[in-house]
């Protein structure tokens, strides 16, 4: 029986600060921050460094704390059959979920057609700005993928911040400690002494968001400017559109079938959702939203094992993007694809968007990868892109984030491993207005 009293323990409640809660606070930074960048544009590229520390501070915690909750996780199951049917029962949810957000944006940009009517000859485009992400492309692929899987070193993993690496170290070390636990317990807390200290340092770190979202928009609006992005606005707005749909008309739905409400779940999350758009990063917010499930009545070992996989196997945001900027790039050049090469295009998705784990810009890396092993659209085309890289990554961010939350709470429903009363509790209090 998996047990979920630990998990409150090291979330004590956040103080009230003087400046007004954490999302009103991001909320006012990215509203400045987009001010900036319109007014002040060269000032405001200047700020990308705000963003780029938080993140870098963030990622500082990760290793640690993913580590030592799949750790203890799984020394608090009941056994390796409980271990083998939760990684089973999550794989196989973030497999369908995740082909669902490719067929969404499959089918979204196939009835829009943003692309249609640019005409671009990609034989005249210049691709060197793409040259390398062609070259990161060459490492992504399914081999490539679980080859990666496997350190070089136990020191390796903590010193890149490979999560995937972090997570099957942790699943070797938690499976050699299970027969053993009582031997030992004393390493098991000090991994959850190691584990309230972790969780100390990000919410430290967390009151930096607002300044980090007003840097990372500020950047956003004052190096691109919306007039020089007009020609693919219509594109970058579908995919915030589809985004937004898929959270409405999947992943709502889903939310219903397991018994809770997505709206509240979001109201619940949503400084982590905001710093999430502010900074375009899933990463700078992965620590507290596993803090804040465990809190909702999330049961400690599910959230260790399923958040951080999710960030690898679930990326919903990512898959949107992939689906929607490879057919995006086959209208722009009058590549025609049939209904044959679409379907095979989302099955080289449904493996490349596995595989970009622990890559610098891993989704244009991914689609990257993609067009090379498909060698029908033209791999310079993704220049186009270029320009629209930074708001896109927005929605993704915050679909990914969405995506492997609900993804805890289902799996831990499934598993009988979530206090609903406690969640009751806590999802009224965020009660959206």
């Not at 009545?297 to 900027?325: H, Q, R, W």
């Amino acid at each position: 029986m998996i047990d979920q009293t630990p998990a409150l323990d090291r979330n004590p409640p956040p103080r009230r600060s003087f400046l007004g809660p954490l999302w009103l606070q991001v909320m006012v930074g990215i509203l400045l921050g987009i001010a900036i960048g319109v007014r002040f544009p060269h000032f405001a590229v200047a700020l990308k460094p705000l963003g780029d520390a938080f993140i870098q501070l963030i990622r500082m915690t990760l290793a640690p704390i993913i580590f030592a909750t799949v750790v203890v996780g799984i020394a608090r199951m009941g056994g390796l059959g409980e271990v083998g049917r939760v990684g089973v029962k999550a794989m196989v949810y973030f497999q369908v979920v995740s082909t669902l957000a490719l067929a969404a944006g499959l089918i979204a940009i196939d009835l829009l057609h943003p692309g249609a009517g640019m005409n671009i000859d990609a034989a005249k485009l210049d691709s060197a700005a793409v040259v390398g992400y062609a070259a990161s492309a060459q490492h992504v692929g399914f081999l490539a993928f679980l080859l990666d899987i496997l350190p070089t070193s136990i020191a390796g993993p903590f010193v890149t911040g490979n999560i995937l690496q972090i997570v099957f170290l942790g699943v070797l070390f938690g499976l050699v400690i299970l027969p053993i636990r009582a031997t030992v317990q004393p390493l098991v807390d000090l991994l959850n002494l190691i584990l309230k200290v972790m969780f100390g340092i990000v919410r430290i770190v967390m009151l930096l968001a607002p300044l980090a979202a007003l840097g990372g928009m500020a950047y956003t609006v004052g190096q691109y400017g919306l007039a020089s992005l007009r020609p693919l606005l219509l594109f970058t707005g579908e995919v915030w559109a589809v985004a937004a749909l898929f959270v409405a008309l999947i992943l709502g739905p889903i939310a219903r079938l397991a018994g809770f409400r997505l709206t509240r779940l979001l109201a619940y999350l949503r400084d982590e959702l905001l710093i999430a758009a502010g900074t375009s990063s899933s990463e700078a917010v992965l620590a507290q939203v596993m803090l804040k499930l465990e809190h909702l009545g999330c049961a400690e070992p599910i959230v260790g094992m399923v958040m951080p996989a999710g960030y690898t196997f679930n990326a919903d945001g990512t898959s949107i993007y992939l689906s929607m900027g490879a057919i995006f790039l086959a209208q722009a050049t009058n590549t025609h694809l049939g209904l044959r090469e679409q379907l095979t295009l989302m099955m080289v998705l449904m493996l490349t968007s596995k595989g970009s784990a622990g890559v610098a810009g891993a989704g244009f890396v991914t689609l990257a990868a993609t067009l090379a092993s498909m060698h029908s659209i033209p791999v310079a085309a993704l220049v186009l892109l270029l320009g629209v890289e930074r708001l896109t990554n927005v929605p993704r961010a915050v679909v990914n984030v969405i995506g492997s939350a609900v993804a805890t709470i289902v799996i831990a429903k499934w598993e009988h491993a979530f206090d609903g009363n406690r969640a009751n509790l806590c999802l009224k209090q965020h009660r959206p207005e």
